[in-house]
């Protein structure tokens, strides 16, 4: 079993920057991919951005150039670094990651954590 910690969410104002950050914790795993989703109201959860493996990256083109993934492989946790923020960007973010124990691979998902962009 894998439990995903999510930090970081709250209240900014537009163009402004906000980091959050997610750390995995178990016990004989190693990851896959991690990566951040997001669900705003009446619409379905979206990939915001993913890093996969040695460190390839990918984003949803309407963060593109705003935001940045990262990840620290020493403490499990991967971040994601919110710049210019938007209205549209406001959501419930979600944690994701894709681990394998022993030779099977699992996927899990943390509680969500709230962005909200307002002046």
């Known amino acids: 079993q894998v439990q995903l910690l999510e930090s970081g969410g709250g209240l900014v104002q537009p163009g402004g920057f906000l980091r959050l950050s997610c750390a995995a914790s178990g016990s004989m795993f190693s990851i896959n991919s991690m990566g951040w989703y997001r669900k705003a109201p009446g619409k379905q959860r979206d990939l915001v951005a993913i890093?996969?493996?040695?460190?390839?990256?990918s984003y949803a083109d309407s963060v593109k150039g705003r935001f940045t993934i990262s990840r620290d492989n020493a403490k499990n946790t991967v971040h994601l670094q919110m710049n210019g923020r938007k209205f549209e960007d406001t959501a419930v973010y979600y944690c994701n990651a894709a681990v394998v124990i022993t030779t099977s691979l699992y996927e899990y998902w943390g509680q969500g954590t709230q962005v909200t962009v307002s002046s």
């Open positions: 890093i996969i493996g040695g460190g390839r990256t």
